[in-house]
């Protein structure tokens, strides 16, 4: 049985094709975040140039995070190469920590300057965010001048939004108020522990920060929201689809005349159209859709999926499907033999078996196989399991770590590990003072380590060394021999903090050379897309996306 025809079957009232909104905020999604954020740009861009022709200012606000900084980047990049001037913009951001120097490697003032500010040519007196460094007394005053200043330059025109897991906009955290101004506020405990990545500690993570508030943000007479990565899809629909709610702030935007949401495919799947078009009315029937329709049917009511009735279907939007597959029985078993090809013990493919319904073929019956784990430990973390089965199963398996991971050893490991070596040489009677010298040298960059400090290049090393080590082991007791290991070492990674620079041809050419070496059979990307890490998908999606046409082309030609 093929899929049912996406027009609406004869006899059925034309009431029932139309198409449902669920969204009280409209969206733009995109495939790939960097065009959804060029095009917020290019918009900016315009709207600066109308206002320099009107010989009059543009008041931006702005907001920090990975989610603008494609929009910063190409904000940028016109002004490199198109002359695009900023000297009639103001800008205000959102927020800022509390307590922060604004010279903190964590500040937004940092964020501001290394993103955007230090690469256009804004005057610094049209730049205005929250200062994190003035005493507590101070505080409530300053937040009404700054309020008082986006007032007295004529209100923000654009605004630019993240959206935070919490549903947060700003720093504006659940329980916020419509009537909330610039104010100093407490951070909610999930908001912390995603700055973890940039603090490094959570207790280096501050408690508070001042913000501009909801009414602040909804004065703002245009407003763009982003959110990139699967790890936002459930907050935004919640803030799309949701009721207003002060529990989930983004949610007061819905109130607001010119708002957008820009998304991408990631973000975007809990929302009612894409997960369940067919109670939106917008069905594109396809093999792939059906399957989805009847596991859903089958998790919402609890039920083994043989189970479900025509009734099941009737009252939950699919009548269609069983108008077009007769009864719930012949659509259960479909979907049930569908479901049962997909599950194998045989991930490589089992050898002289009748392949016709099973995931992968016979034939090879020993395959090439790559495992790509961005960091070491992907690899055993995500698919330990499958790993081992290829292995078993006598394939040639090999793993590639993408990255060295050398930011996630922590600095007591390094420190044990250098001083082991100094132990070692010591009770060996190895006398070998540049070996000392560079252990001191590391110990003692160790112990005086400010907050969020880079790590000297001998330290990165020495912990890039450390995450190779244990990988090395965790893949030579899955049976590997030692040269289907692959370090890769990917230059992209190399920055000494979280924060990456773009993959660059290099980077890629080590994975085309790779791939040309072993010409696999199988490719698996291991690791968890919903990884917030900036190696993972969050901020990666174009990556991998490209990574996937790599393995594409690569592997016909
Ligand atoms: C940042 C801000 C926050 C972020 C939000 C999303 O100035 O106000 O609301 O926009 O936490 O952060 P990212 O973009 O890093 O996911």
Redesign the pocket.
Known sequence: MTAPSTTAPAGTTALKYQLKSFEKIPIKMWDNPDDGAIHIARYIALCIRQKQQENDHLVLG???????IKVYNELVRMHREEGLSFQNVVTF???EYYPMKPDANQS?VRFMHEYLFSHIDIPQSNIHIPNGDIPMEYVDHYCQEYEKKIESLGGIDIQI?????TG????NEPGSWLSSRTRLVKLDHM?RM?AVKEFGKEENVPYRAI?MGISTILKAKQIFI????SH?AEIVAQAIEGDVTEMIPATFLQNHTNVKFYLDDAASVELTKIKTPWLAGICQWDDKLVAKAVIWLSLKLQKPLLKLTDEDYINHGLSELIAEYNSAYTLNIEIFNKLQHTITGWPGGKPNADDKHRPERANPAKKRVIIFSPHPDDDVISMGGTFLRLVEQGHEVHVAYQVSGNIAVHDTDAWRYAEFMADYARAMGVDHPELLKLVNKVTRFIERKEQGETDLKELRVLKGIIRREEARSGALYCGLPEKNIHFLNMPFYETGGVRKNKLSEIDFQIIIDLLNDVKPHQVYAAGDLADPHGTGE?GMNGRLMKLRWLFRLVLTN
């Open positions: 702005l907001a920090t995070g990975s989610s603008p951001n959102l927020d937004y939004l993240g959206i935070g897991r947060h906009i700003g720093f908001t995603d913000t982003m959110a990139w990565g936002k969050h």
